[in-house]
């Protein structure tokens, strides 16, 4: 009785890893689909200067990112990186191309800003959730 337990504790065993695989395997490839269907909407922003100086020198923190939250060229990202008010603001677009931006709005108790680049074509924006669609504890990226 004792090798028929074990052989089951140890067929279940295998058969949880084989399942914890496929659940792991499958989480990849959802976050993987969720970053592919905004892959586009993410831009790389660069600040250049700000109000601090050492020397002659004005300091600037490194690369953020952003997200294209309107067709028109508005873009909210971290306030962190706009802390020391930059002196420029330059966002590059996932096709490679690079916009010039200007800060319009801090929303200081969420810490993020709002820029906007100019734009020739309406730019891909994500698709959103709705909001009864979200529930406590479900994951989001």
Do not use: Y
């Amino acid at each position: 009785m004792l090798t028929l337990a074990l052989v089951f504790s140890t067929v279940t065993m295998v058969t949880l890893a084989v399942a914890e695989d496929e659940i792991e395997l499958r989480e990849e490839r959802a976050f993987q689909a969720a970053v592919d269907r905004v892959a586009a909407s993410i831009v790389r922003i660069e600040t250049i200067g700000g109000r601090e100086r050492i020397g002659d020198t004005l300091l600037g923190t490194g690369p953020t990112t952003g997200l294209i939250v309107g067709e028109d060229g508005l873009i909210v990202s971290s306030q962190f990186n706009f802390l020391r008010r930059p002196d420029s603001i330059l966002v590059q677009l996932a096709d490679g191309r690079r916009k010039p931006a200007r800060m319009l709005a801090t929303d200081h108790g969420r810490m993020v800003v709002l820029l906007k680049i100019e734009v020739d074509e309406p730019l891909p924006v994500p698709e959103f959730a709705a909001r009864e669609t979200m529930r406590v504890g479900q994951w989001a990226i």
